[in-house]
């Protein structure tokens, strides 16, 4: 068997100047050579609802050559065979299924023959996908090469996302609306995260998102976070969020306080987009103390949730006002403080959470969307499973009348 290191050098150096068509059968190439029967990767949709093949296209079939001229030998050519498809084509539901398992619960899953094995595609702590893998058996070794081959598969992957119109295909199961691409555009990863730290976000309706935004990034030994929700549901919500977003980030960078980037975002608005408010949440968390700091404008307060119980208003105070109103030299908002204890959690959430629906008009509110993260986190399940499942909980009980973006923070330091 080939060198390891070798063979994941080579797939490597293979997919610098190639397209996200070509990484199937680069990735199914290493694996044979690491001694598999073949690799296949299988992408989660922007829902998390089911996992879709990365297929590797056919070769087209060459046209027929045209006869010769009179009197010429004709010359004669097979067609070339369109390539065997490297594995099941069909979505996979990440529900009830073995390679949804290892994507829920990011651990390798192997089949009761053990000649099927399913690999968790993981950049950093946010979930991609999984790695679809078969042998004649699996050894331990072996195993090893396929975490190996399933860490190099998701950077390749990863790395074609952003400008690679076949990796959004595979990740989208309907067409989006054009304030969803905007947002989409401007929101990070839904996961990030340390050893000391996880935070983790949803944005729903995925496909028609119109004014919930969400912000979070590591730097200098600090989490920095914002919730944001513009009103409306239309474009110009969208181009609000995403304005705020801008201006959020470059305050930040410039060094910018919690207060600073409030204000910048209420007179960028109220300049440039002055018929929009906007509710905010922001926020960073000092990842060594558990220092959390954040301010409130508008907003709903976040929850603290400290070994299975949300901690009674200890995150409740005061809401500035909403962000767009053009405040100019009016009082910055406060900012607020508390310290974590290890294991807290800190849920932030848009009004459009608590104000879902059944079909018989309850409200699914404040204590429901406690009372479900708090469940599935005793069930064991790692923050993003957690959120995946209260929103397909949501999609399945309630209505949504505007868009739902929730926030989990989780501070474990080692």
Partial sequence: MPNEDAVLSALLASSNRVTAADIPA????????LGLSGAQVYLADLQQARLTPLVHPAPETPSPIEPNE???????????????????????????????????????????????????????????????VTAPCFEDALLESCAALSGLAT??????????????????????TTQAELLWAFVPPRTIGTDDVTSTAILEPAYEAGGDAFDHSLGDGVLHLALL????????????????????????RAGGTLADIATTIDTTLSEWIPDRLLTAVIARLDIATGQFTWINCGHPPPLLIREGHVVPQAMEFPAHLPLGLGLGQAAAPDEHHIRLQPGDRVLLYSDGVTEARTSDGSLFGEQRLADSVIRSMASGNAPPETLRRLVRNLHEHHRLHDDATIMLVRWHPH
């Avoid at 009761?112 to 690999?119: E, G, I, K, M, Q």
């Avoid at 390749?156 to 199961?173: F, G, I, N």
């Avoid at 409306?232 to 801008?246: I, N, R, Y």
């Fill in 155 to 176: 950077l390749l992957v990863t790395a074609k996302s952003s400008h690679d119109e076949l990796v959004v295909d595979r990740t989208r199961s309907r067409t989006m």
């Fill in 26 to 33: 680069l990735i199914d190439e290493a694996g044979r050579k």
């Fill in 229 to 252: 929700d513009a009103m409306g549901h239309d474009l110009a919500s969208g181009g609000a969020s995403a304005v705020a977003l801008g201006a959020s980030r470059a305050t930040r």
């Fill in 70 to 132: 009179p009197n010429e030998p004709k010359e004669t050519s097979k067609p070339t065979e369109p390539s065997k498809p490297m594995g099941p084509s069909e979505p996979i539901q990440i529900e009830g299924s073995m390679a949804g398992l290892a994507y829920r619960t990011q651990r390798t899953q192997r089949s009761r023959d053990d000649c099927t094995a399913w690999v968790p595609m993981i950049d950093g702590v946010e979930r991609v996908g999984v790695l679809r």
